[in-house]
């Protein structure tokens, strides 16, 4: 079975860090990504941005019965399916996210289960 580990990041962060403290961080994030890699760990890794439009029933939700969410999804660490939950936990709190946002670790499934 593979794992994410998904970073969440609280809104404003991101702006709070500032260019250089982003730039860093992201450099961080590269090397830590490198070497899964280098380790066979890492299927795909990538961040997302701070904006997002969601789509419910084929039209943009702009406004429902949901709950604003108080986090960002900021990336997502696709692992390599020989990586355990064990491992993936370790991993979660080697990451250098770790200091600055919650890393999740999420079992790949199908939707049913």
């Not at 991101?14 to 280098?38: C, P, S, T």
């Not at 990336?75 to 390599?80: C, K, Q």
């Not at 890393?103 to 499934?109: C, T």
Request: glycine share 10%; charged share 20%.
């Amino acid at each position: 079975m593979s794992h994410a580990l998904v970073i969440l990041e609280s809104h404003g962060d991101r702006e709070a860090r500032g260019r250089a403290g982003g730039e860093a961080a992201y450099a961080a994030m590269l090397d830590f990504a490198e070497g899964l890699k280098a380790q066979g760990e890492l299927v795909l890794t990538t961040s997302l941005g701070t904006h997002q439009t969601r789509v419910r029933s084929g039209q943009p939700v702009l406004d429902g019965p949901f709950a604003e969410c108080k986090e960002l999804v900021g990336g997502i660490f696709l692992l390599a399916p020989q990586v355990t939950r064990e491992r993936a936990l370790q991993l979660a709190a080697e990451c250098p996210a770790a200091a600055w946002a919650t890393v999740e670790v999420r079992a790949m499934a199908p939707c049913f289960t």
